[in-house]
Nanobody, 127 residues
């Protein structure tokens, strides 16, 4: 069993920055993929993969956040971070972290690749 707790969300103006944290506890396998997703509560809006990092340090980003967001991890703290810069109103969403029991693959942005999810942290960007 793994528990994931996100923090760091909030409200910022367009162009601002936030850093999200995802603290993991419980059993973490030696090979894993940690992902950040976001979802807007609207009909037809699916949970969108934002970034992922695995136990070998391989990193992937969605095209919509490349150059603005940076994912990183602190293995000593079992924590994954998402530094978000140059935020836009379109980045407004609930952000979730998730962990899967394998290295990240080309399917990293698909929700079925992950076994455990956090409760989410809200990010609101105003224009």
């Amino acid at each position: 069993q793994v528990q994931l707790v996100e923090s760091g969300g909030g409200s910022v103006q367009s162009g601002g920055s936030l850093r999200l944290s995802c603290a993991a506890s419980g059993y973490i396998s030696r090979s894993y993929c940690m992902g950040w997703f976001r979802q807007v509560p609207a009909p037809g809006k699916e949970r969108e993969g934002v970034a992922a990092i695995d136990s070998d340090g391989r990193i992937s980003y969605a095209d919509s956040v490349k150059g603005r967001f940076t994912i990183s991890q602190d293995n000593a703290k079992n924590t994954v971070y998402l530094q978000m810069n140059s935020l836009k109103p379109d980045d407004t969403a609930m952000y979730y972290c998730a962990v899967g029991y394998d290295y990240c693959s080309g399917s990293w942005s698909l929700i079925y690749e992950y076994n455990y999810w956090g409760q989410g942290t809200q990010v609101t960007v105003s224009s």
